[in-house]
């Protein structure tokens, strides 16, 4: 698993008001987030009228993908008529293997297909995405599963 960080900064030439500048933010931020599925944020110079720094990430299974959607956003920010890039840093941070993908010392998967399942999937490790309630009958924002055993919740 492979996160693209990119931390920018919008200049914009002579806003009037900070309504200008926050028309701006999120016409960029809809327009990044509608074409390339990417998570963005205004994070930094929130009161500042010229600068806008904002955050983009996205998650990928492959690293050189997810690099390539960078720079293409990148070359989209060069090409904005409404502001201009100014500095911005690209970082991937690479993750191993995801909680329940783990290996013995012979290099076989410790769970079965069947036992990850039964287990949540394997995202997000013992807690697993069943266990949080989302979906059928959830509701509630407990996790109903501690280490494979029940622990609240009546069904």
């Not at 994070?43 to 500042?48: E, G, H, M, Q």
């Not at 979906?135 to 109903?144: L, N, T």
Request: positive net charge.
């Amino acid at each position: 698993m492979h996160i693209a960080i990119l931390q920018f900064e919008l200049l914009i030439p002579s806003p009037e008001s900070i309504k200008d500048k926050r028309r701006v933010v999120k016409s960029v931020k809809d327009r990044l987030h509608r074409e390339h599925m990417v998570s963005v944020a205004e994070v930094k110079y929130l009161d500042s009228l010229n600068v806008a720094g904002m955050a983009l990430c996205l998650v990928n299974r492959d690293a050189k993908y997810a690099r390539s959607v960078i720079d293409t956003i990148v070359g989209k920010l060069r090409a904005l008529g409404d502001a201009q890039l100014g500095e911005h840093t690209v970082e991937i941070v690479s993750s191993g293997q995801l909680p329940g993908d783990e290996l013995d010392e012979a290099g076989n998967p410790i769970w079965t297909e069947e036992e990850r399942r039964a287990w949540g999937g394997g995202l997000g490790g013992a807690w697993g995405w069943a266990g949080w309630g989302f979906g059928r009958g959830g509701g509630r924002a407990s996790p109903r599963w501690l280490g494979g055993k029940r622990c609240g919740g009546a069904r």
